[in-house]
């Protein structure tokens, strides 16, 4: 009978970032899925190693858009949206198809094309970054809104009804602006967890 002389095994290996990315989006209260075409036990072992939530596996590339749209009705619901992270042109209608599509530049260009956003490195640990910037800066949004129609609500009646001196007036909304503009600048002390 033959016998077996060696075993080859053949992998992708993972980017030692990826761990690490998928506990920065655990972090920021991201629940991660991954969407594969490979078969259960390598989906499955990637998954386990990198800590993602839930699994999808043998997806043919037509079916990824359909996958993320299933996920993107049921965080809808919990008032939330779906993020899509992917590289290839077999990525390209899910990433279409998602709240938000974030390529890696090392990617291809259909995947850079149908993405919202594209990471000008291939780090996963950037696609935590990408998210946290933003929520930061859209917390910024509001709150800059905010004193803008402060300023305003309180300054515009008390300056027509002669209740505040011109000057004064004239002052205070200088003052919006630069606070404004100063609350701004404070995302540049940001610092990405990637750096």
């Known amino acids: ?11 992708d290996s993972l980017k030692p970032t ?3 990315a998928v506990a920065s989006l655990h972090a920021l209260g991201i629940q991660t899925a991954l969407v594969t075409g490979d078969n259960r036990g390598s989906a499955e072992a990637v998954a386990k190693q990198l800590g993602i939530d839930i699994v999808h596996y043998q997806v043919l590339p037509e079916d990824k858009a359909a996958i993320i749209g299933q996920l993107r009705e049921q965080v809808k619901l919990a008032g939330g949206r779906a993020a899509m992270v992917g590289d290839g042109i077999n990525d390209a209608p899910a990433l279409a198809a998602a709240d938000v599509g974030i390529a890696m530049s090392t ?9 919202g956003i594209t990471l000008m490195r291939g780090n996963p640990a950037l696609v935590a970054d990408a998210i946290d910037i933003s929520r930061r800066t859209y917390a910024k ?13 309180v300054g515009i009646p008390l300056a027509a009804f002669g209740l505040l001196n011109p000057v004064i007036a004239g002052a205070a909304m200088a003052f919006s602006s630069v606070s404004v503009v100063s609350n701004a600048l404070l995302l540049r002390r940001w610092k990405g967890s990637s750096k």
């Not at 009978?1 to 992998?11: C, E, H």
């Not at 800059?144 to 300023?151: E, H, K, S």
């Open 18 to 20: 990826a761990a690490p």
């Open 141 to 153: 949004i509001r709150q800059n809104l905010f004193w803008a129609f402060f300023y305003n609500i």
């Open 107 to 115: 990617g291809t260009d259909v995947a850079m094309q149908a993405a």
């Open 1 to 11: 009978s033959p016998q077996r002389l060696a075993l080859l095994a053949f992998g």
